[in-house]
């Protein structure tokens, strides 16, 4: 007999025990996610000869795209699939486009990676969307739950981040794979474990009673009238067909500012329609989701110049001081370790302050999450102190940095995926965790645009130059940080207004 809606949100201790389920789905999607992402500059690089500014664009357009899509599988669970079968539908894309990797990604590159774009679009919301509705809306305990869950977000992070690349360079198991193989395999094992995502999420379902029914189900709490089957069926050869337009656009990255430019405008406006329709009550909730998806498009913008600047920053004005570690491996997976084990404790010390009545309410959190991120950035600054005549600098130094934001994204992160669920009405759910991550999209779009003017600013020079002009950037964005945290802190009472009972 499946649990009721109301029988699973009053579950008892900490988290809700279907909460590891959906942490497992989600990790093996991220491990796929990771993976891919982690190959493709080098593969390009390597394999298909492409210049290095342009697999670098091409690698922000895929991220930009693949984080735009989540507003589109976002609003398709809501209207039409529902949460379980969006998330089921992209994964099955996603494996497809593994599949395609794996069996040439010399020849079928983009298009596999197109798969992989538009299934993720489908994936990913949909699974934070139904952690959510594991709580009841004012359940102090969900932003815990989310906490843990992005430890599962990283865990497959850092070991796709890993593997693959490391199976596909030939660094790993190069004895027993023949080097003809690699990339297949490296592909192929991203195939793999989305297999093992999904068939853990059947299993899933069965404990989570009406959570993700399609709209119309005849069980589904809000009840509607059933989806004709060809809306159904329409959404899914829809979504194919954005298939070759991603490849075309991904391809062409003059595209990408186009549909910068005019996704975000579009789905404002989609916003407001949408907003015409709900109680004043509904609608200033959906104001307060706006300010948090806003200030985190500045978040990501500093935050994601990890996969910029920073990586050319590890690679030339860093020593190997930790234990030996190549800072460039510090730098892309030292936030995915250290989240691994602080997102459970954070989570539990929110609710141990919550039983003191002491838990710093949402904004706060976002505010702190500035903070954190801009004293972290102030850090990367400071490394310069510790700089020799030749412009390298302290990796440990280094790490207490990435140390600190990553204190900062566990106050915004997790806690903004949480807010979504609370401040959205139950038939928007999905589309505002796609405009959260839609949020991400235009916080990487942003990074790649710091990123690229701190490196022209710095051609021709010498290394100790790059130092002092990379540092004096970061001392920038810490201080856009503090000021975004400061200023998030003082409207915090008028947003309050705005969320009404939500914390
Ligand atoms: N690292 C997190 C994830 O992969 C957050 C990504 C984001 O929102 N930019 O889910």
Request: some cysteine; proline content about 3%.
């Amino acid at each position: 007999m499946s649990k009721t809606l109301e029988e699973i949100q009053n579950f008892e201790g900490k988290y809700p025990k279907q909460i590891w389920s959906l942490f497992f789905s989600e990790m093996w999607e991220r491990f796929c996610f990771y993976g891919m992402r982690g190959m493709l500059v080098f593969f390009m690089i390597s394999q298909l000869d492409f210049h290095e500014s342009e697999a670098n664009l091409q690698y922000g357009a895929t991220q930009a795209f693949v984080y735009a899509f989540t507003f589109v599988g976002g609003l398709f669970a809501d209207k039409i699939l529902g949460f379980r079968k969006s998330l089921f539908w992209g994964g099955l894309l996603m494996i497809v486009g593994s599949l395609i990797l794996a069996a040439d990604p010399h020849k079928f590159f983009f298009l596999g990676i197109a798969f992989t774009v538009v299934g993720t679009g489908f994936f990913k919301p949909n699974i934070s969307s139904m952690v959510g509705q594991l709580y009841k809306p004012n359940d102090s305990r969900a932003d815990a739950g989310f906490s843990l869950f992005y430890a599962g977000i990283n865990l497959g992070a850092l070991l796709g981040g890993y593997l693959c690349i490391a199976i596909g360079k030939g660094e790993l198991f190069a004895s027993i794979i023949p080097e003809e193989l690699r990339w297949h395999l490296a592909f192929g094992f991203a195939a793999i474990v989305m297999v093992i995502s999904l068939i853990n999420f059947v299993f899933t379902q069965k404990s989570l009673g009406t959570i993700g029914l399609q709209p119309g189900h005849p069980n589904n709490e809000v009840k509607s009238a059933p989806i004709p089957k060809w809306k159904e069926y329409g959404t899914y050869v829809l979504s194919l067909i954005f298939v070759p337009i991603i490849m075309i656009m991904v391809a062409k990255t003059e595209y990408t500012d186009y549909f910068m430019w005019t996704i975000g405008p579009l789905t404002l406006i989609y916003l407001f329609y949408e907003m015409t329709k709900v109680t004043p009550s509904e609608r200033k909730k959906l104001w307060a989701a706006l300010v948090f998806i806003l200030f985190s498009i500045l978040f990501w913008g500093i935050y994601e110049q990890s996969g910029g600047s920073l990586s050319i920053f590890a690679a030339k004005n860093l020593n190997k001081d930790l234990l030996g570690l190549d800072p460039n491996g510090v730098n892309n997976s030292g936030g995915a370790f250290f989240i691994i084990f602080l997102a459970p404790l954070i989570g539990l010390l929110w609710i141990w302050l919550n039983k003191r009545k002491i838990e710093p309410n949402t904004i706060i959190k976002f505010g702190l999450g500035f903070i954190f991120l801009g004293l972290g950035y102030y850090i990367l600054f400071a490394t310069r102190l510790f700089a020799d005549l030749q412009g390298i600098t302290s990796l440990n130094f280094f790490t207490v940095a990435l140390l600190v934001i990553t204190l900062g994204e566990l106050c915004l992160s997790p806690i903004g995926l949480s807010i979504m669920t609370k401040l959205s009405t139950k038939n928007l759910q999905g589309m505002m965790m796609g405009m959260w991550f839609l949020a991400s999209a235009y916080g990487q779009y942003v990074a790649g645009i710091i990123g690229a003017g701190l490196a022209t600013a710095k051609e021709g020079s010498t290394n100790y130059d790059a130092l002092i002009t990379y540092t004096d950037g970061y001392k920038q964005l810490g201080l856009y940080a503090v000021i975004a945290g400061v200023v998030l802190i003082l409207i915090s009472p008028f947003v309050k207004k705005l969320m009404q009972e939500v914390k």
